[in-house]
């Protein structure tokens, strides 16, 4: 190949890696690479992670830019919880992915190193945990698990004040009930009821379609003891979403500390009848199911950040 040619050659692959169309996504018209991947796959889904890793890692060997094979190489590393070997593959991908897919595959990188991170804090590492939580975050900021662990973290490290400026610079982006429920209880501690509502109403003015948020403001006024402004916030609620346990229940507790009986009695009838529990319910956004409550990862299909706010 000529000096020229060679040249081209490079300038064009570069050209293909910054407008997101690599030369190697796939297996393409290689067998050997094809059948690989295909028993890489089916090694997988039949549970045989160690055999699925060397096939994935085989079929790499002969095209190293194979896509689909980078990403089962991940999902069973991150299975298997070898987090090096993950990150590295992860890395790999971004740099062969499309611009459009970049920010999936970040989410992808954050997950890495938040359970880097989960794996150090339960080491009793816990400056490499807090190190890998901020990695996550800087990954992408919208991974709500690495902020609440991030803050977790300092605050189990006795930085208090570190803690409450992660939590309340994720709530500025995300203000979701897991963060804001730990800058709530901080606020309570320091005897700051009014900066508690504050927080609340701020969050409802930011996204005012999340209704979890709204009830959220109505607990904290009845914690409170603003007992009218309770019923007037999860009255509220209660005409944009009826059927919700969580809204009858404080609702009863509101008219039961009035010393309304009967209004009492019928609220809690309500929220007995609809269902149980003071926790507001999520659902994935990847598989549909519902949670009782907010969790890192969705319950069903074990994706992580994908838990949002039911009825919202």
Not at 200 to 224: H, I, K
Not at 256 to 265: L, N, S
Request: proline share 4%.
């Amino acid at each position: 190949m000529t000096s020229e040619l060679a040249w081209l050659v490079r300038v064009w692959r570069t050209l293909e890696r910054l407008l997101g169309t690599p030369a190697e996504v796939g297996a393409g018209d290689d067998p050997e690479a094809i059948a690989l991947l295909r028993r890489a796959d089916d090694a997988r889904r039949a549970g045989r992670r160690d055999e699925a890793a060397g096939l994935y890692r085989d079929t790499l060997r002969h095209r190293r830019g194979d896509v689909p094979a980078l990403r089962g190489l991940r999902d069973v590393l991150l299975e298997t919880r070898q987090w090096s070997e993950a990150l590295a593959t992860q890395q790999r991908l971004l740099a062969l992915v499309a611009p459009g897919e970049r920010a999936r595959e970040n989410e992808w990188l954050a997950v890495i190193h938040y359970e880097a991170g989960r794996a150090a804090l339960a080491e009793g590492r816990a400056a490499t945990a807090i190190a890998e939580f901020k990695n996550a975050v800087r990954a992408d900021r919208h991974f709500v698990p690495a902020a609440v662990a991030l803050g977790d973290a300092y605050e189990a490290a006795g930085d208090h004040r570190e803690a409450l400026r992660v939590w309340e610079r994720a709530a500025e982006t995300d203000p979701v009930l897991p963060l804001l429920a730990r800058l709530e209880r901080v606020y309570h501690d320091e005897g700051r009821p009014t900066r508690m509502i504050a927080l609340y109403r701020s969050a409802v003015e930011r996204a005012p379609d999340d209704l979890s948020l709204a009830a959220a403001l109505g607990r904290v006024y009845f914690e409170l003891e603003m007992l009218d402004e309770a019923a007037d916030q999860f009255e509220k609620v209660e005409v944009r979403a009826p059927d919700l346990p969580v809204v009858h229940a404080f609702l009863g507790a509101v008219f039961e500390r009035r010393g309304d009986v009967r209004e009492a009695f019928d609220e809690y009838r309500r929220a007995l009848r609809l269902g149980h529990g003071f926790d507001w319910p999520h659902r994935c956004t990847e598989c549909g199911e519902e949670a009782v409550r907010w969790q890192d990862r969705c319950p069903s299909c074990r994706r992580w950040n994908t838990l949002k706010p039911a009825a919202s």
